[in-house]
């Protein structure tokens, strides 16, 4: 009998995800009572909760989404297990879309998109720009500044308790968001960061300044967004991901003019399964060779 | 009396151009008998030649346009001055336009604008895609393939004379047209680029591949790519310059859902002064010191 790691994976082992454990030398098994891992894809963290209870020897539980926001309130991260997130897996493509949204706006694409005739010109450049990245130390914040990088931005860093300017001094919040030209949220949603746009943060943002939200709606605070953009407050606003979401039709929002929305399209299925597989595979090898696993969540802190 | 070079600004002597001469510690003049460089923004080259017929002394022309495709059948470049164009002057910002028309085909954003509600993912990713730059040794394609290096695509660089993949073998236009999943055109508009992508080459391209032109509408056969846009030939194309241009209200291109058009826009007006400006001040400058000029035109060539 093979000595590799049993793993069970749920709701239901795709074949993409059967290989990826395979290919990590593991097992796959339906009974929990024989399950060391579990490999679980979506968010029914119900029917985890459940499964979990038969499978009291499952030590690693692998998700397959970076965003924990929706499992920290239940608890199950505090139930003594390894629970690992897909944090950073999809770090690239995120960032990507970040980065294709704020070239949108800045260049007043939009604009150009709804036109059926030759507008005169418009637009700004990126080159030099000040971008303040809300999370900058995560695995989506981190790739964004690669990125961006070729345009010689003047960067500021917002990280979990500060704001470093380039030269790493600290600045309050509202002294950054009053000097930067683009602002990108890259943040994990926690009780620390809901609605951590709001009226008051949007008050303190140049007229000329944008904002990109790649990480959970509810960091924007989706009713001072929609007096931000209708008052001029701000120039403009690209959502991947809203508050509620989906964004219901009639939204006042799809009509704002200066409102670039996504539907959560920054990592599509296609772009995730390579990626997620990936991680699978890495984490499982780490876990039978007892080596650190990659996107462990810090159930303190609920990503 | 000042020994500085005489130059003489047309057709209008704006401030910032008085300012950009002033800086080289060159001296504005108004008699072309005096002048001994011109500096001419625009495109009414009948006026320039009238006025270099009574400057026997002006042995530089220095222009403010990047492309040179509508003086080159004049034959003035052939007068025995030393002409320069603002070529490269201009350059990071037509790639960035470039970068965000590329971004925002691949993730579909012309659609998610038109949107009203909340659709279906999709998009594809920039992430290691093969990228054919054609112009690849020009100032805006090496700017592009910097700009576009932290998506570690695959390049094959399109030169005057051949096209060469990452490890520098030839291969033939067909074929990079045929491997391509972006085609970036930012070639000089010649005899020998005129119509470059037409009917046969479209016909060449993957039906995922995507067209972005930031060079001159005249490189694309606009009827060919209509077809190509309408029979699904290829998947989309992103065009900052049209043939004509500007493009008529009702032509097809406009309500062609798979094509993006912006008016002439990567460089605008406030982009280009400081840039021509800094064009100017730098070649006046090594014009009285007798050190070689930046973006002087090749006769022959035409750019």
Redesign the interface.
Known sequence: MSTGTRVLIGPDASPWLREAVLAADAIVVDDPQLAQAVVWRGSDHERLARLLDEAPNAALVQLGAAGTDAWAPTGLFDDGRIWASAKGAYS??VA??A???T??L??E??R????????????????ERTVLVLGADGGIGREFI??V???RPRVLRGLRHAVLDEDDRTLPLDEALAEADVVVLATPLTERTRGLLDARRFASMRPTSIVINVARGGVIDTDALVEALSTGRIAGAALDVTDPE??P?GHPL??AENC??????AN????LEPRLAQRITENLRRFASDLPLIGVVDAAKGY
């Not at 670039?260 to 399209?265: A, Q, S, V």
């Not at 599509?268 to 772009?271: P, W």
């Open positions: 690239e493509v990507e879309h980065l294709a949204l070239l949108a800045l260049r694409l939009p150009f998109v709804r036109a059926d005739g030759w507008l005169p010109q418009a637009g700004t450049s990126l080159f690669r990125l990088a070729p345009f989906p964004l039709g799809w009509s670039l929305i996504t539907p959560h399209t599509t299925l296609e772009m």
